[in-house]
Nanobody, 126 residues
Framework: QVQLVESGGGLRQPGGSLGLSCAAS????????MGWFRQAPGKEREFAAA????????VYADSVKGRFTISRDNAKNTVYLQMNSLKPEDTAVYYC???????????????????WGQGTQVTVSS
């Protein structure tokens, strides 16, 4: 049974930083593309970042490029999302997702992913 468990969410002021983690089990993590999505209240779930099996290739949504960094540690079966220069519009539930594919093909649609975590709340407010 595949499990993705996110952690690290919380409340930050605008301009602050926050790091999210997603621990994976039940899948061949080192052969899986991993992604982060987010969903704000009343909005659809949207792509934030993705990373290929080795960590050598990453992609970002324009809204987070230059502020967020996705990375992975295959020895720990964990993917991370470091979020800097946070804005109120970054407020959302953040979801970790995994593909059964190891190379970055299609990555920015929810339908591209086979497994999902339960989400962790990030709130940016003064």
């Amino acid at each position: 049974q595949v499990q993705l468990v996110e952690s690290g969410g919380g409340l930050r002021q605008p301009g602050g930083s926050l790091g999210l983690s997603c621990a994976a089990s039940g899948l061949t993590f080192s052969r899986s593309v991993m992604g982060w999505f987010r969903q704000a209240p009343g909005k659809e779930r949207e792509f934030a970042a993705a990373i290929n099996w080795s960590g050598g290739s990453t992609v970002y949504a324009d809204s987070v490029k230059g502020r967020f960094t996705i990375s992975r540690d295959n020895a720990k079966n964990t993917v991370y999302l470091q979020m800097n220069s946070l804005k109120p519009e970054d407020t959302a539930v953040y979801y970790c997702a995994a593909q059964r594919r190891y190379y970055l093909g299609s990555y920015n649609y929810t339908s591209d992913y086979d497994y999902w975590g339960q989400g962790t709340q990030v709130t940016v407010s003064s």
